[in-house]
């Protein structure tokens, strides 16, 4: 395997940052200069623009009324909650899908409408609003409106159809907007062309929580809640906001930084039966604030494995549900669906890399695209999550796509910095792909009888805009760092830039010239844990590669990129290597 698939060349760089803006910071702030110089090499020059990072504040967030078409969502949505008119909120099947959905029909009942929840099957409806769900959300339900969350910027004709049968629509989506939009809807997206609201990057989940902000802040006194209340209530779907929002690895930033701070502070101490017994199946400890890395690869699982292999309804029941009870029994469930979804998804990553360890060309091959059928456990399901376990192998984008009734479709992810998205649209658009996404992840469905045309022409797509640099991993060091500097303190400061995520990456730092005795305990399948010196300093370590480096060149100095955190099996603080070099090499 190793010779199949080589590792990626790794660029290495500092950040410059401004010594004199580093310098007003510690004066200014009191932050420890380490800290400083992070924060200078990232762009805060001034102290009040480092205070606003270092606190973010629920008041700093933007007037949702300033996003285009908010005004008419309000108008149309609080209209039908005075009248108690049904509104179906139609949802996606993942964890951004499902918290949206949770917050937006929670504040359409809380303001008086019938609102009926809706999720499609993964499976039997596909992704988003298309013409046949649409039509039995219409027949089963009898709406006077729908809104949709997370999905159906690009549900043009499904949309035209609702309209000319009666029905008031309002998208709400954060993907990217295509070339042509439904008409007849009011649409929520701030990547729409010509809206002017500041931040853009928000999940489709934050777009609902605006939306719910505006609702309720318009009509909220009807239904007794005052200003206190309403920010009460907004505090509360903030914890949901903040799940999803990590799950759906959006910048954390502007926005969502504060959403994601405000909202994984309440986790700490949730009153929703739900979200009590979700943290606890998720290993995270009571009265404890779960990090994004606990959200991330332990609770956002959770809440999508139903979606994936099943039915999303599950997750969603648990995430509303007031009943302790019941809470408990939907956890359970929805544990077993996670174990099944990880055991599915292994198989679907090691039937691939079999495969190509036999086929894949690391010269020929800018793009992989691998398809498999139902029948040999390529569930679509787990093809997005699978797709990228083989790009973090093969160091490439993957299409992951299952052949299944006339169709072949699934997931694709990226891999660096190839716009996976820009790339692959208009092969789509030669070969009729029902298509959609993110820069970094794509859903993509193609006719059984023009996948291998479309295979192909994807492949010598990417080979043309072949670029080496996109694939390599940069290790992009924010600041020097002097051994002494590694303190108790440092760590205490470097809390403040939490929460690290997408667009906010650990602060790491590089230490020069640390000796190394060459001696290390193995830990995992090629970690050492040891001990650096410098300064007359011990620096405790844990490097998950650096067994990989032979036994009779470890001795040394060594010019080291490394995290710094507080070590819970020390208690001390120590560093997280990724990347080390003699120093005479660097």
Not at 108 to 116: P, S
Not at 336 to 351: H, I, L, P, S
Not at 438 to 455: K, L, W, Y
Not at 521 to 547: C, S
Request: net charge neutral.
């Amino acid at each position: 395997m190793t010779s199949a698939f080589p590792p990626p060349r790794v660029t290495r760089r500092l950040r410059p940052h401004d010594a004199g803006a580093a310098a007003l910071l510690v004066r200014e702030l009191g932050v420890a200069a380490p800290l400083a110089r992070v924060l200078a090499a990232r762009g805060f020059s001034s102290p009040a623009e480092a205070r606003a990072w270092l606190q973010p504040d629920p008041a700093s967030l933007h007037d949702p009324f300033g996003m285009g078409g908010m005004d008419a969502a309000v108008a149309r949505l609080a209209d039908a909650c005075r009248r108690g008119a049904r509104v179906v909120v139609f949802g996606d099947y993942d964890c951004d899908g499902i918290g949206a959905l949770a917050i937006l029909t929670t504040t359409l009942k809380r303001l008086g409408a019938d609102a009926v929840p809706f999720l499609p099957h993964r499976l039997r409806d596909g992704y988003g609003l298309r013409s046949e769900t649409l039509r039995r959300v219409l027949d089963e339900h009898a709406p006077e409106g729908i809104v949709t969350v997370d999905c159906g910027i690009t549900a043009v004709e499904p949309i035209r159809e609702a309209v000319a049968r009666g029905a008031f629509v309002i998208v709400t989506d954060h993907h990217l907007p295509p070339e042509e939009l439904p008409t007849g809807a009011v649409l929520l997206n701030p990547r729409l062309p010509g809206c002017s609201y500041p931040f853009k990057e928000l999940a489709g989940a934050g777009i609902a929580w605006k939306l719910s902000e505006a609702l309720l802040t318009a009509d909220g006194a009807r239904v007794g809640l005052d200003g206190k209340a309403v920010r009460s209530w907004m505090a509360s779907l903030a914890k949901v906001a903040a799940l999803s929002t990590v799950a759906d690895m959006v910048p954390l930033t502007g926005e969502n930084r504060i959403l994601v701070s405000w909202g994984l502070a309440g986790l700490a101490g949730p009153r929703s039966a739900g979200l009590t017994a979700l943290l606890s199946r998720s290993s995270v400890r009571a009265g404890k604030s779960p990090s994004v890395h606990d959200v991330a690869f332990r609770i956002a699982p959770r809440l999508n494995a139903s979606g994936r292999i099943d039915h999303a309804f599950r997750a969603l029941e648990l995430l509303t549900t007031a009943d302790a009870v019941r809470a408990g029994q939907l956890a359970d469930e929805i544990e077993g669906a996670n174990t099944e979804r990880r055991r599915m998804q292994e198989r679907v990553v090691a039937a691939a890399l079999e495969r190509l360890e036999k086929t894949f060309d690391p010269v020929r091959d800018a793009l992989v695209v691998e398809a498999g059928s139902p029948e040999d456990g390529w569930h679509r399901g787990v093809l997005g999550i699978a797709a990228s376990k083989v790009a973090q192998t093969v160091s490439r984008p993957v299409l992951l796509l299952s052949r299944e009734d006339g169709r072949v479709g699934g997931s694709g992810r990226t891999w660096g910095r190839t716009p996976l998205h820009e790339r692959i649209a208009p092969v789509a658009r030669r070969h009729e792909a029902e298509f959609g996404g993110h820069h970094a992840a794509i859903g993509i469905s193609v006719a059984a009888n023009t996948f291998e045309a479309f295979r192909d022409d994807a492949k010598e797509t990417f080979a043309r805009s072949r670029d080496e640099e996109e694939w390599s991993v940069v290790l992009e060091a924010d600041a020097p760092l002097r051994a002494s500097e590694v303190t108790p303190e440092l760590v205490e400061h470097l809390g403040r830039l939490e929460p690290h995520g997408m667009g906010n990456p650990r602060p790491l730092f590089l230490l020069r010239s640390l000796s190394w005795n060459g001696r290390g305990r193995p830990v995992g399948e090629r970690g050492l844990r040891l001990a650096f010196e410098g300064e007359g300093v011990r620096l405790d370590a844990v490097g998950w590669t650096l067994g990989s480096i032979s036994t009779g060149s470890r001795a040394g100095t060594w010019d080291v990129l490394a995290n710094v955190a507080h070590d819970s099996f020390l208690d001390r603080p120590a560093l997280t290597v990724l990347d080390a070099v003699p120093a005479e090499a660097a």
